[in-house]
């Protein structure tokens, strides 16, 4: 994958778990503005690494920060393209009480799920399926905003779950879709797992049955489904993972802003060359 696409895909990401902690005006800032921003950025990249007079390091670098505030202040109470809900569901929903427990002092897994599907409304029992890569053919394919996942955990016959501990039920990428991607890097102690950014439930009893709707601001990729145990002193007693699926996000780009894009990345480099001309003569006027 490009390093201009791990760009938007992060700038996506952060636009939607941002929430309240980013805005500006009052309002939440939209995926556009930071479509904008990563345009900006590439466009800066490309004219310090191009050869001429347009090196200009700090120039340019002002130029960018003053283009790129505008953006945000011009676009900071603009509304996310599905709304802003997004920021409760892609960012951790719970503050972590255990901070120092790790999945290999846990291990073996001791907690099991099954999963099954509701696909176009019709309830399926897929196989499962142990393979990480997006074309295994074991591989469900399930489209955000229409389909859910039926979750069944319960500890395994071996392991006796205590009666006053609490399950929290969280999704996770497939170690495929962390690579080249820091913001979701695996980290063995639990409350730092970016791997799995997004409670689905918590405070669930020690065995039970959940459906989670997939919502349409769930990125594309492949995921599996993580249980773990929270003991009543808060810290973490157990977990288990999943097998995989695949979820494909509704693309919600609309056409104006892709047309956008396309008129700012045509006329970006020409803008700033033009701002560097400008200054130059002023310069020398001086």
């Given at each position: 994958?490009?390093?201009?696409?791990?760009?938007?895909?992060?700038?996506?990401?952060?636009?939607?778990?941002?929430?309240?902690?980013?805005?500006?005006?009052?309002?939440?800032?939209?995926?556009?503005?930071?479509?904008?921003?990563?345009?900006?950025?590439?466009?800066?990249?490309?004219?310090?690494?191009?050869p001429?007079?347009?090196?200009?390091?700090?120039?340019?670098?002002?130029?960018?920060?003053?283009?790129a505030?505008?953006?945000?202040?011009?676009?900071?109470?603009?509304?996310?393209?599905?709304?802003?809900?997004?920021?409760?569901?892609?960012?951790?929903?719970?503050?972590?009480?255990?901070?120092?427990?790790?999945?290999?002092?846990?291990?073996?897994?001791?907690?099991?799920?099954?999963?099954?599907?509701?696909?176009?409304?019709?309830?399926?029992?897929?196989?499962?399926?142990?393979?990480?890569?997006?074309?295994?053919?074991?591989?469900?394919?399930?489209?955000?905003?229409?389909?859910?996942?039926?979750?069944?955990?319960?500890?395994?016959?071996?392991?006796?779950?205590?009666?006053?501990?609490?399950?929290?039920?969280?999704?996770?990428?497939?170690?495929?879709?962390?690579?080249?991607?820091?913001?979701?890097?695996y980290?063995?102690?639990?409350?730092?797992?970016?791997?799995?950014?997004?409670?689905?439930?918590?405070?669930?009893?020690?065995?039970?049955?959940?459906?989670?709707?997939?919502?349409?601001?769930?990125?594309?990729?492949?995921?599996?489904?993580?249980?773990?145990?929270?003991?009543?002193?808060?810290?973490?007693?157990?977990y288990?993972?999943?097998?995989?699926?695949?979820?494909?996000?509704?693309?919600?780009?609309?056409?104006?802003?892709?047309?956008?894009?396309?008129?700012?990345?045509?006329?970006?480099?020409?803008g700033?060359?033009?701002?560097?001309?400008?200054?130059?003569?002023?310069?020398?006027?001086?």
């Amino acid at each position: 994958i490009s390093r201009a696409n791990l760009n938007l895909e992060f700038c996506r990401e952060f636009a939607l778990t941002c929430g309240t902690d980013c805005t500006l005006g009052g309002g939440t800032p939209s995926a556009f503005a930071f479509y904008l921003l990563i345009f900006l950025s590439r466009t800066r990249e490309r004219t310090l690494t191009s050869p001429g007079p347009v090196q200009n390091a700090a120039v340019s670098s002002e130029m960018f920060k003053s283009i790129a505030l505008s953006a945000l202040l011009a676009l900071g109470t603009s509304q996310l393209p599905q709304g802003v809900n997004a920021a409760a569901a892609l960012t951790k929903s719970i503050s972590d009480n255990d901070t120092t427990t790790t999945y290999t002092s846990l291990d073996p897994q001791e907690y099991a799920l099954d999963l099954s599907y509701i696909i176009n409304g019709e309830k399926t029992n897929a196989v499962p399926c142990d393979n990480d890569s997006p074309d295994a053919a074991c591989m469900t394919t399930l489209q955000a905003d229409v389909d859910s996942v039926i979750i069944n955990y319960a500890p395994k016959p071996e392991y006796e779950a205590n009666s006053t501990s609490t399950v929290r039920l969280q999704m996770c990428y497939s170690t495929p879709n962390t690579a080249d991607r820091p913001w979701r890097k695996y980290n063995d102690v639990i409350s730092k797992n970016k791997q799995c950014p997004l409670d689905i439930a918590t405070n669930l009893p020690p065995s039970g049955e959940y459906t989670y709707f997939l919502p349409n601001y769930i990125p594309s990729a492949t995921y599996f489904i993580q249980a773990i145990e929270i003991c009543e002193d808060g810290t973490y007693c157990a977990y288990g993972n999943s097998t995989y699926f695949t979820v494909n996000m509704i693309d919600d780009v609309l056409p104006w802003m892709q047309a956008v894009s396309g008129v700012l990345a045509a006329i970006g480099p020409l803008g700033l060359i033009g701002f560097f001309i400008v200054e130059m003569k002023l310069k020398k006027k001086a």
